[in-house]
């Protein structure tokens, strides 16, 4: 039996002039998720895409997962596509559901009519096909409430769609409708969490990590990359930009006052970055900073890096607690990654007593202690940039 997916989209979204960039995006990313496992064709009708496969080996279930991971679809299912007729529809439910229906005690139809043209109501339509399905199958008993087996059956313009109660989808809306922004990817639990919200929203997402080597080992840099190709999965393709941070870190070491180190080392990351993003059209920068959680992310901290930056800077965990991260960051399938034990930048050279409550203008005064600009310059030019996607 040849099976379509819906993929059903909030209908909020789709108001006034959002709906074709909507559509658009939606389907561009649908297509590239999919690509590698074959050929299909989509089109877009009533707030549902169609994903129908045009060779007989797809693996449906794969699909289904893919498309799980796109933002913008609510609900998804497979479905069966029979005639608009009552005859039709029961053969195809009832050689679909037979063997579920042979070993389950209780069932239910439910019925939406968005072809209103359809000879039968909804509920004149389940209490038909229903009937229809228990003289074939006896055993079974009709439970409005708790049944075993919901068969839904629903009559659209284009045919009669008979499928299970669809899934939840990534929610959001499609990436590529809200433009683009850099995300500061450490190795860590929260960032990942932090550019996939961004994702959900609508935003392109490409990565930028800092490395300092021999502090930092290749392997570690490895893990970041993993955790690129992961958030790949509900992302799209991220570019990934790595930044050579040695010398600056040497740097902020042997000129400035221990308790500044890393506040002076998070706004030179921020520097660099906005500089990475002016040169390749982003917007935004994102971190995964959550308020409170460690003596760089206090207000009286954030203060400090925002000073240095010309562009907005998201924190979509800002009001997170870790365990709501966490949550997502399970969810998303970084956590098992964010885990692994590989050394941080940011870890190298941790000051002891950090500053909780620094002033602007002693931030100024220790970062001024060194001039930074030659280096940042360097780390710039030297800056590597690849393109990660996980299929
Ligand atoms: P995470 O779990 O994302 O590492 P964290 O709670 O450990 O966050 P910090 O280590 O203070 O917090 O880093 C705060 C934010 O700074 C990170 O969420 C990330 O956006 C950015 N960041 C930290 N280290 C790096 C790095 N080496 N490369 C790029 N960004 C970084
Ligand atoms: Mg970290």
Same mark, same amino acid.
């Given at each position: 039996?040849?099976?379509?997916?819906?993929?059903?989209?909030?209908?909020?979204?789709?108001?006034?002039?959002?709906?074709?960039?909507?559509?658009?995006?939606?389907?561009?990313?649908?297509?590239?998720?999919?690509?590698?496992?074959?050929?299909?064709?989509?089109?877009?009708?009533?707030?549902?895409?169609?994903?129908?496969?045009?060779?007989?080996?797809?693996?449906?279930?794969?699909?289904?997962?893919?498309?799980?991971?796109?933002?913008?679809?609510?609900?998804?299912?497979?479905?069966?596509?029979?005639?608009?007729?009552?005859?039709?529809?029961?053969?195809?439910?009832?050689?679909?559901?037979?063997?579920?229906?042979?070993?389950?005690?209780?069932?239910?139809?439910?019925?939406?009519?968005?072809?209103?043209?359809?000879?039968?109501?909804?509920?004149?339509?389940?209490?038909?096909?229903?009937?229809?399905?228990?003289?074939?199958?006896?055993?079974?008993?009709?439970?409005?409430?708790?049944?075993?087996?919901?068969?839904?059956?629903?009559?659209?313009?284009?045919?009669?769609?008979?499928?299970?109660?669809?899934?939840?989808?990534?929610?959001?809306?499609?990436?590529?409708?809200?433009?683009?922004?850099?995300?500061?990817?450490?190795?860590?639990?929260?960032?990942?969490?932090?550019?996939?919200?961004?994702?959900?929203?609508?935003?392109?997402?490409?990565?930028?990590?800092?490395?300092?080597?021999?502090?930092?080992?290749?392997?570690?840099?490895?893990?970041?990359?993993?955790?690129?190709?992961?958030?790949?999965?509900?992302?799209?393709?991220?570019?990934?930009?790595?930044?050579?941070?040695?010398?600056?870190?040497?740097?902020?070491?042997?000129?400035?006052?221990?308790?500044?180190?890393?506040?002076?080392?998070?706004?030179?990351?921020?520097?660099?970055?906005?500089?990475?993003?002016?040169?390749?059209?982003?917007?935004?920068?994102?971190?995964?900073?959550?308020?409170?959680?460690?003596?760089?992310?206090?207000?009286?901290?954030?203060?400090?890096?925002?000073?240095?930056?010309?562009?907005?800077?998201?924190?979509?965990?800002?009001?997170?607690?870790? &365990?709501?991260?966490?949550?997502?960051?399970? &969810?998303?399938?970084?956590?098992?990654?964010?885990?692994?034990?590989?050394?941080?930048?940011?870890?190298?050279?941790?000051?002891?007593?950090?500053?909780?409550?620094?002033?602007?203008?002693?931030?100024?005064?220790?970062?001024?202690?060194?001039?930074?600009?030659?280096?940042?310059?360097?780390?710039?030019?030297?800056?590597?940039?690849?393109?990660?996607?996980?299929?």
């Amino acid at each position: 039996m040849g099976e379509i997916i819906l993929c059903k989209y909030g209908e909020i979204v789709l108001k006034g002039l959002n709906r074709g960039g909507f559509e658009n995006e939606l389907m561009k990313n649908v297509r590239r998720r999919i690509k590698s496992l074959g050929k299909f064709d989509l089109y877009s009708a009533q707030s549902t895409l169609y994903v129908r496969p045009l060779d007989e080996n797809i693996d449906m279930d794969e699909v289904m997962e893919r498309l799980k991971k796109v933002y913008g679809i609510t609900k998804l299912c497979k479905a069966i596509r029979a005639e608009k007729n009552l005859p039709a529809i029961f053969d195809v439910a009832y050689l679909r559901y037979k063997e579920i229906l042979e070993d389950a005690k209780s069932f239910k139809v439910t019925c939406k009519r968005s072809d209103k043209s359809f000879y039968l109501t909804s509920p004149e339509l389940a209490a038909n096909l229903g009937g229809m399905l228990l003289e074939k199958l006896p055993h079974l008993k009709v439970d409005l409430h708790e049944p075993e087996v919901t068969i839904v059956c629903e009559i659209r313009a284009e045919g009669a769609f008979i499928h299970d109660i669809p899934v939840d989808g990534a929610g959001g809306i499609p990436v590529g409708t809200s433009g683009q922004a850099l995300l500061l990817l450490s190795g860590g639990i929260d960032s990942p969490v932090a550019g996939c919200m961004m994702a959900k929203r609508g935003v392109v997402i490409s990565a930028i990590h800092f490395e300092a080597p021999p502090y930092t080992s290749e392997r570690a840099l490895l893990k970041v990359e993993r955790l690129a190709e992961k958030m790949s999965e509900y992302c799209g393709r991220i570019s990934f930009y790595t930044v050579p941070f040695t010398k600056i870190q040497e740097e902020i070491k042997n000129n400035c006052p221990e308790e500044y180190f890393t506040l002076i080392m998070r706004r030179l990351m921020m520097e660099i970055a906005q500089r990475i993003a002016e040169k390749n059209g982003m917007c935004a920068l994102v971190t995964g900073e959550s308020l409170g959680q460690v003596a760089s992310q206090t207000m009286a901290a954030m203060v400090t890096t925002d000073a240095v930056c010309r562009m907005p800077v998201f924190r979509p965990c800002i009001g997170l607690d870790k &365990k709501e991260i966490i949550d997502t960051s399970y &969810k998303i399938g970084t956590f098992e990654i964010s885990i692994e034990p590989y050394e941080d930048c940011c870890t190298v050279f941790t000051p002891r007593h950090p500053r909780t409550k620094p002033t602007l203008a002693d931030v100024e005064k220790a970062q001024g202690m060194f001039d930074f600009e030659e280096l940042i310059k360097e780390a710039v030019e030297n800056t590597r940039v690849k393109n990660i996607k996980a299929y």
